[in-house]
């Protein structure tokens, strides 16, 4: 009898430790591998490739760069560096919370190649979806900078976006171009980056 019982612990041991291997160790949660994307754009809000170094600076796509546009590029000035990157829609909202009275913001947006068309591409910051400044994207735009903004407790947004530009292509085309590096720097806490895309 006693015989039969430890054959049977030690059985039943195995099948859990088989088991809890299956359910852990294959998902790509646990291995921190993420499943193939299809390159139709796709609505996502992330925190992964956010940085907040201190509760004063965050920062968006430093070791992370994002591809705006539609995935039709033939001659786009950055063509090889879009290339490395999957499209995921044409408007990008880097998105952060400020939470003192009188926060003095600076947000500047450092990478950027591949514009090519004039009057199509933006920057917006924005607070709750009500725009607060525009800049545009040119071809010479090696960066965009907001400086000296005073802002309230809220949420805020960069928002980098390609709109349809029927100059080039009788149908129109979103212009394609990467977008990475954004900071932003206050003189009170800000919390919360993530980035989101439609």
Same mark, same amino acid.
């Not at 809890?20 to 160790?25: D, E, I, R, V, Y």
């Not at 090889?80 to 952060?96: A, L, M, T, V």
């Given at each position: 009898?006693?015989?039969?019982? &430890?054959?049977?612990?030690? !059985?039943?041991?195995? !099948? $859990?430790?088989? *088991? $809890?291997?299956? +359910?852990?160790?294959?998902? +790509? +949660? ?7 994307? *299809? ?16 509760? =004063? ?26 290339? *490395?990157?999957? %499209? ?8 952060? /919370? ?6 003095? $913001?600076? %947000? +500047?947006?450092?990478? !950027?190649?591949? %514009?090519?068309?004039? $009057? *199509? ?5 924005? =607070? ?5 400044? #525009?800049?545009? !994207? ?5 960066? %965009? ?16 976006? &390609? ?6 292509? =009788? ?7 990467? #977008? ?17 895309? /439609?």
């Amino acid at each position: 009898m006693k015989v039969f019982f &430890s054959r049977w612990d030690s !059985l039943v041991g195995i !099948l $859990l430790t088989m *088991s $809890l291997m299956t +359910a852990c160790g294959s998902g +790509a +949660a646990f291995t921190g591998k993420s499943a193939k994307k *299809s390159n139709k754009p796709d609505p996502t809000t992330t925190t992964e490739p956010v940085k907040q170094i201190t509760d =004063r600076n965050i920062q968006f796509g430093v070791d992370k760069v994002f591809h705006i546009g539609d995935n039709n590029y033939p001659d786009s000035s950055c063509k090889e560096q879009i290339d *490395s990157y999957q %499209i995921n829609g044409n408007r990008y909202f880097f998105e952060f /919370e400020v939470t003192e009275p009188q926060t003095q $913001l600076n %947000i +500047a947006v450092n990478k !950027l190649c591949g %514009i090519d068309y004039l $009057l *199509s591409n933006s920057t917006r910051f924005a =607070r709750e979806g009500t725009v607060l400044q #525009v800049q545009p !994207l040119l071809p010479t735009s090696g960066s %965009i900078i907001y400086q000296g903004l005073t802002v309230e407790p809220g949420r805020y947004s960069v928002i980098v976006e &390609s709109t349809k530009n029927f100059n080039k292509v =009788r149908s129109g085309d979103f212009d394609d171009f990467i #977008v990475g590096n954004v900071i932003v720097n206050a003189n009170k806490p800000i919390r919360n980056g993530s980035v989101r895309t /439609e």
